[in-house]
């Protein structure tokens, strides 16, 4: 009987958190803004990936970022001071992941009239943040070369939410034991649609594409 509640009450969370997630994603199409969550395992390159990104865009688009940690403020001392964009740091109080309360908290925190781009990038995982709707525009998941081509089997969630799998720091590739076709496979036996793009953060390399990815939706979210 206690299995019985302690799933219903897991259910009634989700429901919760989806229909917040809806409401914060209508309010954002109605403003014109888009938001693109980056979910990875710490260590894969996100906030270097965002930096590029951000400079790759930033004559075009008014740019916010939010950062989502456990505790620190790194990642957004970074981000200001290599890019100039507009962010704040998330707190999550122990938590792995942030849900749809809190991109809206963080939101309104950002204050983000005059914006029309904004990144949230989720706590480092794997596991937590794919199983929470945070009312973001649309999905990417970063993948680092180091961590293995096998991890679409591992952590099938993260990869089944994403829009677009970033491959990082290919630069690398010639030595670690990474199978790109291996990979690929692993990839689509969980997502069949989503794109994948390769990328350098430290070099560069790959940066345009993903930044031509980025503004096809952004183009499509407005209509």
């Known amino acids: 009987m206690d299995q019985v509640r302690v799933i219903e009450l897991k259910e009634s969370v989700f429901a919760d958190n989806d ?8 309010e954002m ?25 951000i400079n790759a865009l930033k004559g075009e688009y008014r740019i916010g970022v939010m950062e989502a940690d456990i505790d620190g403020a790194v990642d957004t001392d970074e981000i200001i001071r290599s890019t100039g964009a507009r962010a704040i740091q998330l707190h999550t109080g122990g938590m792995c992941h942030l849900d749809a309360g809190m991109t809206r908290t963080g939101l309104e925190s950002l204050e983000t009239q005059g914006l ?52 990082n720091k290919i630069d690398v590739l010639p030595y670690f034991d990474f199978d790109e076709d291996k990979f690929e496979t692993y990839l689509r036996r969980r997502n069949a649609s989503c794109d994948v793009v390769k990328v350098s953060a430290k070099t560069g390399e790959g940066i345009d594409v993903l930044a031509n990815w980025v503004r096809r939706r952004v183009e499509a979210w407005r209509g």
């Open 116 to 167: 029309d781009l904004l990144f949230l990038e989720n706590v480092g995982n794997l596991v937590c943040p794919a199983e929470f709707d945070t009312g973001a525009s649309a999905n990417a998941v970063i993948l680092s070369v180091p961590e293995g081509d096998d991890k679409p089997l591992k952590y099938p969630l993260m990869f089944e939410k994403a829009d677009v799998v970033i491959l």
């Open 29 to 53: 199409r109605a403003r014109g803004q888009f938001l693109l969550n980056v979910m990875s395992s710490p260590g894969s390159g996100k906030t270097t990936t965002l930096t590029g990104l």
């Open 19 to 26: 229909a917040e997630a809806d409401r914060v994603r209508a």
